[in-house]
């Protein structure tokens, strides 16, 4: 037809560089537009980036708009994420690199976890599960929760995701409309801060203190509280600090939040069976009048080895999680089958993951303890004993403003960061990518041998940088 798109050898008047690659001039074989459809574009010139299409008239051209929307210029990426990739690209360069900065545990996934997962794909069980999860695994989140958590839910009060990660997003583009607030205690997750942003909400942040265990001060909370107020964000234990926010706390803060009516609290428990004891575990849902407020998140991926199995949970009222299930059913869908079957054989080897995670909890307080008492002994630094997850978030805001020869200036904890990766080849995370920058957060989710290496290093770094402090 006369009027319809057609194919032709056009060209791109000039080439156009979109970061490292360049459009060539000529594109054989590319799509061009009759120019009777052009003013149809209606498209904004200014201060944008544009690939120029011909028309097939070869008279007029139409500028295409590449441009992004302001929700993702409002996104910072995440600083984790940058500081494991480049310590990857250098460690495939050859460089040996010890890597800090991920959380994620160097043990495989135990056996029984993993066969039910190989059984499930030999059984065929390899099709689309209900978007909110099988009634197998949510029935079984819903006794663990009671037996462990004291919590009672339906498997409809139930949605499982593609990992505590989404069910977080959910959950906040379920609840927050634009201009709510969103309450975050920092150091915090680095995507806490950015989630809230997608949701067109205002992240407002709270500062803790290293001398008081990093723990959320119920008067600072209760001053920042506005009608805007829409959801409290706690983990506990924490990431990044391995803080644990004991019962009576928890307590004072429900008290709080009862006072406010529009005030919803997201916990994020992912990290629950990582605990040492004396430290206990409360689920703030079980505190008086808050399972009607609360959305509670948690996972497999660390207490069961699992990262690369996506696999996560929200529990909550109905009302809440319906939301996050609708958006979810127009996101991905439901979780991978096998990552379930794998799932509801983790929550089948006993009461907080049984012998199996008992073994690991045992080996990560051996690595903090190592770390504790290896960092305790540089002048100047300070740090809060962790009391469960596996970072340990420590203050060496001593080292700022030396100057290290061919490298400059150690002005904050990134440029401390980006020093020790150069000097000692050990990634770490700078404590601003949480919200804290006086500290650098260390995971010791990785062996105690790479730990014992990693310590020396970076030692002998800082010992190259203050000739003048003890290690």
């Known amino acids: 037809m006369a009027n319809s798109l057609h194919s032709s050898t056009s060209f791109i008047s000039n080439p156009v560089n979109f970061g490292h690659s360049k459009i060539p001039a000529q594109i054989p074989g590319s799509v061009s537009f009759p120019s009777r459809y052009l003013h149809n574009f209606n498209l904004n010139k200014s201060d944008r980036r544009v690939l120029r299409v011909m028309a097939c008239s070869g008279v007029e051209e139409v500028q295409v708009d590449v441009s992004l929307s302001p929700r993702v210029n409002a996104v910072k990426p995440s600083k984790t994420v940058a500081i494991t990739d480049q310590a990857t690209a250098l460690a495939q360069a050859g460089v040996s690199v010890i890597r800090l900065a991920a959380g994620e545990p160097d043990f495989d996934t135990p056996v029984l976890i993993a066969e039910a997962g190989i059984n499930a794909i030999r059984e065929g069980f390899t099709r689309y599960t209900p978007n909110a999860g099988t009634l197998e695994l949510r029935s079984a989140i819903c006794h663990k929760l009671k037996e462990e958590n004291g919590l009672s839910y339906t498997p409809d009060q139930i949605l499982v995701s593609n990992g505590a990660k989404q069910s977080i997003l959910q959950a906040?583009?379920?609840?927050?409309?634009?201009?709510?607030?969103?309450?975050?205690?920092?150091?915090?997750?680095?995507?806490?801060?950015?989630?809230?942003r997608i949701?067109?909400?205002?992240?407002?942040?709270?500062?803790?203190?290293?001398?008081?265990?990093?723990?959320?001060?119920?008067?600072?909370?209760?001053?920042?509280?506005?009608?805007?107020?829409?959801?409290?964000?706690?983990?506990?234990?924490?990431?990044?600090?391995?803080?644990?926010?004991?019962?009576?706390?928890?307590?004072?803060?429900?008290?709080?939040?009862?006072?406010?009516?529009?005030?919803?609290?997201?916990?994020?428990?992912?990290?629950?069976?990582?605990?040492?004891?004396p430290a206990t575990h409360t689920s703030f849902a079980s505190l008086p009048g808050m399972w009607e407020r609360t959305l509670t998140v948690n996972g497999f991926s660390k207490a069961f080895a699992m990262t690369g199995w996506r696999l996560g949970y929200i529990a909550g009222p109905k009302h809440f999680v319906a939301a996050c299930n609708k958006i979810q059913s127009q996101f991905t869908s439901g979780a991978s089958s096998i990552s379930q079957k794998a799932g509801v054989a983790a929550l089948g080897l006993g009461y907080a993951g049984g012998e199996v995670v008992s073994k690991m909890v045992k080996a990560f307080r051996e690595r903090r303890d190592f770390l504790v008492k290896s960092f305790g002994e540089l002048e100047g630094v300070k740090m809060s004993e962790p009391q469960g997850a596996f970072y340990l978030f420590i203050d060496f805001s001593t080292y700022y403003g030396s100057e290290a020869e061919g490298f400059g200036k150690i002005e904050n904890s990134e440029s401390l960061c980006r020093y020790l990766l150069d000097k000692a080849q050990v990634a770490l995370v700078p404590g601003d990518a949480f919200g804290d920058d006086t500290c650098i957060r260390i995971s010791y989710a990785a062996s105690l041998t790479t730990l014992q290496a990693a310590v020396e290093r970076i030692k002998k770094g800082l010992l190259t940088l203050r000739p003048g402090v003890p290690v």
């Open 199 to 277: 949701a067109d909400a205002t992240p407002v942040i709270l500062p803790t203190r290293i001398s008081e265990n990093f723990l959320l001060d119920p008067k600072v909370l209760e001053s920042k509280l506005t009608e805007k107020s829409r959801l409290l964000i706690l983990c506990s234990p924490s990431n990044p600090t391995g803080s644990v926010y004991p019962k009576n706390l928890l307590d004072e803060i429900a008290r709080i939040v009862a006072k406010h009516p529009r005030l919803l609290v997201l916990s994020d428990e992912i990290y629950e069976h990582i605990i040492y004891a």
């Open 172 to 196: 906040v583009l379920a609840v927050c409309s634009p201009g709510d607030e969103v309450i975050i205690p920092a150091p915090f997750w680095v995507s806490y801060p950015e989630m809230a």
